[in-house]
């Protein structure tokens, strides 16, 4: 029987707690208890473990489409999609839903297929389908050929190919027969989003109203705020019922839409990274869904120029920033990155309780970046 492992902490960091010193005590793949103060050292069979620095729970990233070369939407190869995954965890994201982007339909089938042996295998939480029922006029780096309205028949086909692993799907709502669909996918148990659309501010709130619980990466993809027609963004901004996805990589939003969000949906705001197959490496060409997409400065946008395509970061980015540059309280990050899109969800968000799996994630007390990650209670590589 493996010891009871004693982590002692300088600080101590969740959405309720901040100690400092405090110990954390693993058992195999679980936390078994947190206390505030310092260790008894060897009081538990082995020697105490400091650790440096601020620890919070691990990060859970409702948004992300690959890493390292490898585009979840196309990707066949298992070793590949797990070089990706793992690549996420090294930076703080123990648990991810994978995202397909609007793809060709035929090649679907076998996407779904690997990616939920995954989700059995409790490497990834679900797959999230963002098109290919998106709007044309915001389609961002969706092919605009591959676009469709929302079929219930193609819908229950590609959820019994998944297997149950689709937790999530993103729809424009103003689409035809777009808000039976989205009544029957939330009350099926599937997560709802609104995103690439061009709705009024009618359409998001009757979407809402048939179960509608997300609102895919806020801003982009869909209607400009307009003080007379405020749009999907206006709705999200001021109902309180949907969670909001929110980019903080410093390219897809300004400083000021930023902040605004973080005000007027706080306690609804999930940051998600939306990386792409370029997150982790160099600047140059690469794809999202089959559409090619040019990287220069980290940016990533189509190769027409006419949109961005992604994020380069990983959901650790928007953590720090969301601290350093927009004084949010580290509890309060912690909600954005874990609390807020478990709850989204339908999931029991990492926590460092008994009983939790044992996630982590020491950042630099200075840059708020990671430095080190437990995941199931054995340290990952650090990130370089």
Known sequence: MNPTRVLAAARVVTSNHDW??????????????????????????????????????AFVDMHVHGALGVDFGVELAHDRVETAIDYHAARGTTQLLASVATGIHAQLPDILTLLSRFVAAGQIIGIHLEGPYLSSARRGAHRQDLLRVPSRLELETLLEVASGAIRMVTIAPELAGALPIIRWLSESGIVVALGHSNCDADT?????????????HLFNGMREFHHRDPGLAGVALTDERPVVELILDGHHLSHEAQSLAMTLAAGRVALVSDA??????????????????????????????????????????????????HGVSIAGAVRATSEVPARALGMTAPD??????ADAVVLDPLTMCPTRVLRRGQWLTSPS
């Open 204 to 216: 998001a709130r009757a979407a809402l109203d048939a179960g509608a619980t997300v609102v895919t």
């Open 20 to 57: 400092s010193p405090a110990q954390l005590l693993i058992k195999d793949d679980k936390f078994v208890a947190i206390r505030p103060g310092r260790a008894e050292r060897g009081r538990w069979g082995v020697e105490d473990e400091y650790i440096p620095g601020v620890v919070v729970p």
């Open 352 to 357: 460092l309780v008994a009983g939790a799996r």
């Open 276 to 325: 792409m197959q370029a997150a982790g490496l160099v600047d140059g060409s690469y794809e999202i869904a089959g559409s090619a997409v040019r990287v220069e400065n980290g940016i990533a946008v189509l190769e027409d120029g006419s949109s961005i395509a992604g994020s380069t970061a990983t959901l650790s980015l928007g953590f720090a920033r969301m601290i350093v540059q």
